[in-house]
């Protein structure tokens, strides 16, 4: 969804963090709970690097989302991703399945700080001036598990819908891929620029940048 903004798909591998920690890493691994928890350093220099995008722009589908949920024939967003861009364009519900970078938390107080708190405390590890406890990302690493309240909306959310527009994803991301199995509406359209598993199930497959197709989709309403 957001490869247009110009922030890249996260599964581009990463060869430098391999040959500096002389182990071989998968970005998954990167972004563990795990390696979170024991390597603090290489893991904030990979995620402020790669993963945060403080100038990134909406694009044409994150404006033609908006639109719709204005219009009143968009119910939600699910989103995989972390960037905040659907809010950026001014889309009001919207269930962030991995949580956010614009949000980060003290582990040991709770205390708040938005994404730039994060930037200014490169290249440390940023701790909380309050408690000097680590602040942690309100993103979900792998390892964890989604928060269950949205999960609960999100599945609410298929199960009322009539349509179902998936977009700029591979759908090999569990358990987020999954949630599909909880639509029942009649209507499914698959905007991708690679084949998935659920294009024999759409009644539409696009192989057009999701941006251009949603932008010139609504702009036809």
């Known amino acids: 969804m957001s490869t247009e903004s110009g922030i890249p798909d996260f599964r581009s591998a990463n060869g430098l963090w391999n040959e500096k920690l002389q182990i071989e890493l998968t970005p998954e691994q990167l972004v563990s709970h795990s390696y979170f928890e024991r390597y603090p350093e290489e893991f904030f220099a990979f995620y402020r690097e ?37 809010q950026a364009a001014g889309s009001e519900t919207v269930y962030e399945l991995h949580g956010s970078v614009l949000r980060n938390y003290c582990q040991q107080c709770g205390a708040f700080y938005d994404v730039q708190f994060i930037l200014d405390t490169a290249p440390e590890v940023p701790h909380c001036p309050v408690c000097g406890g680590l602040v942690k990302p309100d993103v979900v690493l792998y390892e964890e598990p989604l928060d269950n309240q949205v999960i609960n909306d999100t599945v609410a959310a298929l199960g009322e819908a009539d349509t179902l527009i998936i977009g700029g994803t591979s759908l090999v991301v569990y358990p987020a891929a999954g949630l599909i199995r909880y639509f029942q509406g009649k209507h499914l359209v698959l905007i991708n620029m690679s084949e998935t598993r659920a294009d024999r199930l759409a009644e539409f497959v696009i192989r057009e940048p999701i941006g251009e197709v949603m932008a010139a989709a609504v702009a036809a309403l």
């Open 50 to 86: 790669k993963l945060i995008y403080p100038e990134a722009k909406p694009n044409g589908c994150h404006l033609a989302l908006a639109k719709l949920e204005k219009m009143g024939k968009l119910r939600a967003i699910v989103t995989q991703n972390i960037d905040g861009l659907h």
